[in-house]
Structure formats: C-alpha cells, structure tokens
C-alpha cells in the first residue's frame, strides 16, 4: 500500500520558517515528480514545487518562489519543503504528492496545515 505522510506543518508567525517533510512508502518512485502542493481555504489546490526523485532536478510555482525550498533524502524516503519568510497568506493546507512523469498512478498524502500569523 503506497502512502505519503506529511509533517511539519503547524502555528508560525509571519517571517517565520517551518520544513515540512512527506515520508513515502509502498513502492519505488523512480520516474516519479514528487511534488508540494497548497490549498488555501475558498481557493484551488495551488503547485508549490516540485522535484525528480532521483535525479533531483526541481521546479517551483510562482506564489512562493525564492521562499522554498524543496529536496528529498531517497535513502531516508522522505521529501521536504523548507519555507522561510512566511507571511499570513502562506496559511493553507499543504499536500504532498506523487505524479508518474509518463503512465501509473498519482498518489497524494492527507495533508498537513499550516498557519501563519500577522
């Protein structure tokens, strides 16, 4: 059974910093974009980042670029989102996910909520 479990979210106040880290299980993702996304509440699920598994390579979306920064320990099977300069509107829902770059299965973690503070 594959499963990504998110951490690290919580109550920060604005300029803050918190690293969220996703361990995932159950199968091998290479060819694999693990991937952070946001859901703010009354708002879309929005693209945070993104990176290769195993090559690493990385994305980032436009509403948090040069605030985060996202990376992966394969031998630890964890991936991480750090976030610095945290303000208010950072505040959402935030999701690991797994996305096939070619066929398979997308696979998304429960999500875990962060609030930043004014």
């Known amino acids: 059974q594959v499963q990504l479990v998110e951490s690290g979210g919580g109550l920060v106040q604005g300029g803050g910093s918190l690293r969220l880290s996703c361990v995932v299980s159950g199968r091998t993702f290479s060819g694999y974009a693990m991937n952070w996304y946001r859901q703010a509440p009354g708002k879309e699920r929005a693209f945070v980042a993104s990176?290769?598994?195993?090559?690493?390579?990385?994305s980032y979306g436009v509403s948090m670029k040069g605030r985060v920064t996202i990376s992966r320990d394969i031998a630890a099977n964890t991936v991480y989102l750090q976030m610095n300069s945290l303000i208010p509107e950072d505040t959402a829902v935030y999701y690991c996910n797994a996305r096939p770059y070619f066929r398979g299965d997308d696979y998304w973690g429960q999500g875990t909520q962060v609030t930043v503070s004014s």
């Open positions: 990176i290769n598994w195993i090559g690493g390579s990385t």
